[in-house]
C-alpha cells in the first residue's frame, strides 16, 4: 500500500489543502469573468473531492460486476464532464454544446478499444480508462473554450476587420481564436515528452502498485498518453468549430457574438421604417 489510511493521512491532507487556499488567498487568485476568488473553490473543492470519493469508492464496488450498472456510471460521468465543462467555459445557454467535443474525443477512441477486447467491458477496466479519457477531453474542452472566447473578446476589432476584408464569420474567428485554442493541448504535449523524466504517471505507478512489471506499467501508460493526445486533439478542435460557428459564445444572446454581423444593435424604430 502506497499510503496508509489513517488519521495522519487526514491531517496531512487537511494541512495542504489550507496550503493550497492559503496561497491563493494570498495571491488574490480570481475569475476575471465574475472576480470570483479562487480560495473558495479550492476549500469546495477539496471538500466536495473527499465527499465524492468517499461514495464513489463505495459505488464502484457495486456496480463493477453490473453492465447495466456499469454503464449508468459511466453515462454519469459524462454528464458531470459536460456540465462542469459548459459552465467552466460560459455562463449562459450554450455551455451545453460542450458536450459534443467530448463525446466527439471519447468515442472514437473507445469504441475501438471494446470492439477489439483491448479493453474489456467490465468495471475493473472500463471505469478508470474511460475516467482517464473523459477527464483529459473535459480539461481541454474547458482550456479550448475559454482562451478562444477570451481572445475573439480581446481582439474583437480583428475579427471584424477580417470581416470587412471579405471573409466569412467563421473563418475571421477561427483565424483569431485558433492559436489561443491550441494552447489546451500544451500539458498534455508536455506530459507525453517528459514522461519517465519528470513525473511518473498515476497509471504507471497504480501497475507497479498492483504486481504488474515494469514493462507492463510503461506499456500501459503509453497506451493512456497517447489516448490522450488523440482525444485532446479531437477535442479542442471541435470546439474551436462551435466557437467560430458562434454555438458557443459568452453572449448574453446569439446575436452577441464578438464579430457576429447580427450583433448590432436593431434602431427601435426599423420596423417602423
Known amino acids: 500500500m502506497l499510503l496508509p489510511v489513517n488519521a495522519t493521512l487526514g491531517i496531512v491532507m487537511a494541512a495542504l489543502l489550507a496550503v493550497a487556499t492559503g496561497g491563493a488567498a494570498l495571491a488574490r487568485f480570481s475569475d476575471v469573468r465574475d472576480r470570483r476568488r479562487y480560495w473558495k473553490d479550492i476549500v469546495t473543492a477539496g471538500l466536495r473531492a473527499?465527499?465524492?470519493?468517499?461514495?464513489?469508492?463505495?459505488?464502484?464496488?457495486?456496480?463493477?460486476?453490473?453492465?447495466?450498472?456499469l454503464l449508468a456510471f459511466v453515462t454519469v460521468m459524462f454528464t458531470v464532464a459536460t456540465f462542469t465543462a459548459g459552465r467552466r467555459i460560459t455562463?449562459?445557454?450554450?455551455?451545453?454544446?460542450?458536450?459534443?467535443?467530448?463525446?466527439?474525443?471519447?468515442?472514437?477512441?473507445?469504441?475501438?478499444?471494446?470492439?477489439?477486447?483491448?479493453?474489456?467491458?467490465?468495471?475493473?477496466?472500463?471505469?478508470?480508462?474511460?475516467?482517464?479519457?473523459?477527464g483529459g477531453a473535459?480539461?481541454?474542452?474547458?482550456?479550448?473554450?475559454?482562451?478562444?472566447?477570451?481572445?475573439?473578446?480581446?481582439?474583437?476589432?480583428?475579427?471584424?476587420?477580417?470581416?470587412?476584408?471579405?471573409f466569412l464569420d467563421r473563418e475571421a474567428r477561427l483565424e483569431v481564436a485558433r492559436p489561443a485554442a491550441s494552447d489546451a493541448l500544451i500539458p498534455g504535449l508536455d506530459q507525453t515528452r517528459t514522461v519517465g523524466l519528470v513525473t511518473l504517471p498515476g497509471a504507471y505507478v497504480g501497475m507497479l502498485l498492483g504486481g504488474s512489471s515494469p514493462v507492463q506499467a510503461g506499456a500501459?501508460?503509453?497506451?493512456?498518453?497517447?489516448?490522450?493526445?488523440?482525444?485532446?486533439?479531437?477535442?479542442?478542435?471541435?470546439?474551436?468549430?462551435?466557437?467560430?460557428?458562434?454555438?458557443?459564445?459568452?453572449?448574453?444572446?446569439?446575436?452577441?457574438?464578438?464579430?457576429?454581423?447580427?450583433?448590432?444593435p436593431v434602431p427601435a424604430d426599423a420596423d417602423a421604417e
Open 50 to 69: 473527499t465527499a465524492q470519493l468517499a461514495v464513489v469508492s463505495l459505488v464502484v464496488g457495486a456496480v463493477m460486476h453490473e453492465l447495466p450498472l
Open 220 to 264: 500501459v501508460q503509453l497506451f493512456v498518453l497517447i489516448a490522450l493526445m488523440a482525444v485532446q486533439t479531437v477535442a479542442v478542435a471541435v470546439t474551436l468549430e462551435l466557437v467560430a460557428r458562434g454555438l458557443l459564445h459568452n453572449a448574453q444572446r446569439a446575436r452577441e457574438v464578438p464579430g457576429d454581423r447580427a450583433a448590432a
Open 91 to 134: 455562463r449562459n445557454g450554450t455551455g451545453w454544446w460542450s458536450a459534443l467535443p467530448i463525446a466527439a474525443g471519447v468515442l472514437p477512441t473507445l469504441g475501438p478499444l471494446l470492439m477489439t477486447g483491448l479493453l474489456p467491458l467490465k468495471g475493473i477496466a472500463l471505469i478508470p480508462v474511460t475516467g482517464i479519457l473523459i
Open 138 to 166: 473535459l480539461t481541454a474542452t474547458v482550456i479550448a473554450g475559454r482562451r478562444a472566447l477570451e481572445e475573439l473578446e480581446a481582439r474583437r476589432g480583428e475579427v471584424e476587420a477580417a470581416m470587412a476584408l471579405g
